[in-house]
Every structure is written in structure tokens, then in C-alpha cells.
């Protein structure tokens, strides 16, 4: 079944290259009137998956992954609209040049071919996906989990039923139905027909994405995000930052999972404590920074304080749990976070524009934020129309990924009878 989808998709290739702009604009904006139509059945479906998923014990964090709401089925609508009407990629002249001997030279954007998306619990990939790979003409094969099965079930039916009369070229996007490990497995060593394979979930689908797969992957990384509080921070801006950072949605991979507190703004430190457990938030401690604090004991036990901090480097709660630490500087604030962080998403809140410059720069990660939260990262926030993933890998593509990112550049050469000598 593997083999044949693979070799459906890389097929479909050579007719999704022929799609126009206009049929392509025409098939997103039809799917976007057509998920605000059928919104009710969509909840139907995605109910299902909800209450399989209590029932088999997901954590409140998956749960919110899961759930589609009138909402949420607008946002995917509304995203799709968003990519009808970017100009398209394919076939964008990125750069020209002619050569001394009359050629002429011209870089331009191209699809990269049969993508397959690899993703847990968010039934909305499924759209975002499907449209993002068709609006830069490439070939679809979409693997959701288990979880979400009667969601991604039903939007792909959507897609494909609204997009074919328009024009979809068959196969163009294929879900896989079959959630098992081992059809997921053969997928990822279909080389021969799968361009790219890009995994979106937990650090154990992408450890086994790397170790098996055989196809090119474009990583997308969870996110442990750092915000580094400096010496000087804006202390009333920074709490409404920090509190959106973590609290407004828990599970996501743009959340901050770690506050960094300059060893001159502890008193500042014990201010956010209470702002984040007003806000429910579970608190982890290091030593270096409950050393400083001097919380007595009974503070402590009754807010549900804990003095672990240390086992939490470099860890992803994705839920309403947060560590703070102490450092010295913004030079032990960027080298904790470059050792500790996932390259994500990380911030600094501060008034000294030299040690903002050294941290937005020294700083490896796919985004960095001066006096912002993390969670802008997004490509609906980037204003992409929504992404395929957040890459915080360095090939090809960092950061979230639209349309632009879903293409490779190649080069068309124009010439008049030249050969070479």
C-alpha cells in the first residue's frame, strides 16, 4: 500500500507542475468556504477523536492540540485565504545575470517534489499542510497520528472532494489512514519516490525519523525556549510577556519553558513567581536562583515550589510548568541557552541595546526576540498563512516554513548557439 501511495505521489508530480496560479487560488479559497460550511460535521468527527483521547488518558495539553472549535476551523479557513493570495513562488525569478559570452542566467524557485508530513495530534496540519504544498506545487503525503484520525480522515476528504472538480491533479494529497508504526516505518524509506520528510511531534518521532528514514528530513524541533530577564528589563512589561509566553497555550514548541533571571533583578524574580502562580503555573527552582531568593519554607510548601530546578536543564514541560534560574550576565545567559535551549525560540527583555545586539546575534536559534513573547513564532504570525513546521535545523530552510520554504532554487540558462571551448 506504502509503495503504491509513493508511487501515486511522485506521479502526480509532473501534473501539479502544470496547475495555474489562478486554479490553484481558485481550489484554496473554495476549500476555506467549504470548512465554515461543514463546520458542525467537522466537530462531529473531531468529537470522536476527543473522547478516544480522554479515554485513553492524553494529557490536557494533547487534548487542546486535538480540539478544533468554531475557532480554530475559522483560523484554517482563514489561513487558506491568507495563501490564495501571496503571489506564487514557483517560477520566481530569484536573481539574473548574464555571462560575457551572451548567456543568459536566471535562478528561479521551483517545487521540491513529493513532501510527506509526519505529525501528532493537530488535525489543522492536515489543511495547513495540503495547502502550503499546493500552493507551491508540491505533491502531498500526510501521516497524522492515531489520535486525530476522524479529524484528518474528514479534512482530507474535504480538501480532496472541494479541490478535484476544480482541477486537484489525483493523488496530489494523500492522507495514509493507516496509523501504524509499522506502514509508517516503510513510508520513510520510500527514497525512491519521496523528495522530503518532515516530522512535526514529540523528540521520539524525530530521534526515529533520524536513526530509519533514508529520505532528506527537514527537521522541526521542539522547543525548549529560553527568555533571559537582564539587569535592566522592563519589569512592568516584562510579566505580561512572560505570563503569554507560558501560559496562553502550554503545549505549543514556541512556549517558554525557562526563565533566566540576571543575579541584579531576584527581587523582580519573586514579583513574576507570584504573577505565575496566580496563573497556575507549577514553578521549578535551581539552586543558584533559591539560594538567592531566601523563600522561607512555608512559602515554599504551601505554593507548591519546587527546589529541582537543576534536573530541569534543558527540559519541555508543555504544560503549566516553568523553571527559573539565576546567571551572572548576558554572557552566561547566552551560553546556558545555547547549551541547554533547542535552538527554537528564545528572548531577551532589556533596555541595554548592547547586550540586546549580543543576544538577538550570539544566540543560535531559529528566532530570537527582543522584549517579545515566543509564541509570535508562527508562520500565521509571521504572516505566512500558517506553516509546515517550525525548522531549527541549518539546511535549507530556518524558522517557520510557507510557501517560499517549501521550494528549492534552480538555475535556467537562455542562450543563442553558445558552446564551450
Do not use: W
Not at 531559529?366 to 513546521?389: C, H, K, M, P, Q
Not at 539546511?395 to 510557507?402: I, K, Q
Amino acid at each position: 500500500m506504502i509503495v503504491k501511495i509513493s508511487q501515486n505521489a511522485q506521479a502526480a508530480t509532473s501534473e501539479m507542475r502544470k496547475i495555474s496560479t489562478e486554479k490553484k487560488n481558485q481550489i484554496l479559497l473554495a476549500v476555506a468556504d467549504a470548512l465554515v460550511a461543514e463546520k458542525e460535521e467537522i466537530k462531529k468527527a473531531n468529537e470522536r477523536d476527543i473522547q478516544a483521547g480522554k479515554k485513553n488518558n492524553l494529557s490536557e495539553a494533547l487534548i487542546d492540540r486535538l480540539t478544533l472549535n468554531d475557532s480554530r476551523i475559522q483560523g484554517m479557513a482563514d489561513s487558506l485565504k491568507v495563501i490564495a493570495s501571496f503571489p506564487d513562488p514557483v517560477g520566481e525569478i530569484v536573481e539574473g545575470f548574464n555571462l560575457e559570452n551572451g548567456l543568459k542566467v536566471q535562478k528561479v524557485r521551483s517545487p521540491l517534489g513529493v513532501i510527506a508530513i509526519i505529525y501528532e495530534s493537530r488535525p489543522n496540519v492536515t489543511i495547513d499542510a495540503a495547502g502550503l504544498c499546493l500552493k507551491s506545487s508540491n505533491v502531498s503525503i500526510l501521516r497524522g497520528s492515531s489520535s486525530a484520525i476522524h479529524s484528518n480522515k474528514y479534512l482530507a476528504d474535504l480538501f480532496n472532494r472541494i479541490g478535484k472538480p476544480l482541477g486537484l491533479p489525483d493523488d496530489a494529497i494523500q492522507l495514509i489512514e493507516d496509523t501504524k508504526h509499522e506502514t509508517l516505518d516503510e513510508l520513510i524509506v520510500q527514497d525512491e519516490y519521496i523528495d522530503i520528510l518532515i516530522p512535526r511531534g514529540g523528540e521520539g518521532l524525530k530521534e526515529a525519523m533520524q536513526k530509519k528514514a533514508t529520505i532528506p528530513i527537514i527537521m522541526t524541533g521542539a522547543g525548549t525556549c529560553q527568555i533571559f530577564v537582564d539587569h535592566n528589563a522592563d519589569e512592568e512589561k516584562g510579566i505580561p510577556i512572560i505570563l503569554n509566553a507560558k501560559t496562553q497555550r502550554p503545549g505549543t514548541c514556541n512556549t517558554v519553558e525557562c526563565l533566566l533571571f540576571h543575579k541584579d533583578k531576584t527581587n523582580y524574580a519573586t514579583d513574576v513567581i507570584e504573577a505565575l502562580l496566580e496563573n497556575d503555573v507549577i514553578i521549578h527552582l535551581s539552586s543558584k536562583l533559591a539560594k538567592s531568593l531566601h523563600l522561607d519554607d512555608e512559602y515554599i510548601k504551601s505554593n507548591q515550589i519546587h527546589l529541582d530546578g537543576d534536573e530541569y536543564f534543558g527540559h519541555e514541560f508543555l504544560t503549566k510548568e516553568i523553571l527559573l534560574h539565576q546567571v551572572e550576565n548576558v554572557d552566561e545567559a547566552i551560553y546556558y541557552t545555547n547549551k541547554y535551549g533547542t535552538h527554537h525560540s528564545d528572548a531577551i527583555l532589556t533596555k541595554d541595546l548592547i547586550n540586546a545586539e549580543r543576544f538577538l546575534n550570539e544566540v543560535d536559534s531559529a528566532v530570537t526576540y527582543l522584549n517579545a513573547s515566543t509564541r509570535f513564532s508562527d508562520g500565521g504570525e509571521f504572516g505566512f498563512g500558517g506553516e509546515i513546521g517550525i525548522s531549527t535545523q541549518k539546511l535549507h530552510a530556518r524558522g517557520p516554513m510557507g510557501i517560499k520554504q517549501l521550494t528549492s532554487e534552480r538555475f535556467v540558462v537562455k542562450g543563442e548557439g553558445q558552446f564551450r571551448k
